[in-house]
């Protein structure tokens, strides 16, 4: 998956649910991540860039809190595939 993917779905789940990102890093941090919470904060600002560790190390952390949460939806990982609709698809059309 393409970094700035990541960072966007990374940061959507984080809105969706309105997640405290404080509480994220802290998650982050206990999970190994290295990054402080303003890189943290820059990065789903889309702001900056992490290194992929660090990505995935919080995209553990949201989805370790949704799960506990039971709330909906996942931040993706590194080698995640994001996936369209597929052509011919009801709301898509085919290539002319």
Not at 60 to 78: K, S, T, V, Y
Request: with cysteine; proline share 7%; hydrophobic share 35%.
């Amino acid at each position: 998956m393409e970094e700035v993917d990541q960072q966007a779905l990374t940061g959507a789940v984080i809105q969706e649910h309105g997640l405290d990102l404080g509480q994220l890093w802290l998650e982050h941090i206990a999970l190994g991540g290295d990054a402080s919470e303003q890189d943290i904060r820059n990065y789903i600002a889309g702001l900056s860039s992490l290194p992929p560790k660090e990505r995935d190390t919080l995209a553990q952390a949201i989805n370790e809190h949704c799960a506990a949460a039971g709330l909906p939806g996942r931040a993706p990982f590194g080698d995640s595939h994001v996936t369209g609709p597929r052509s011919g698809s009801p709301g898509t059309s085919s290539p002319r």
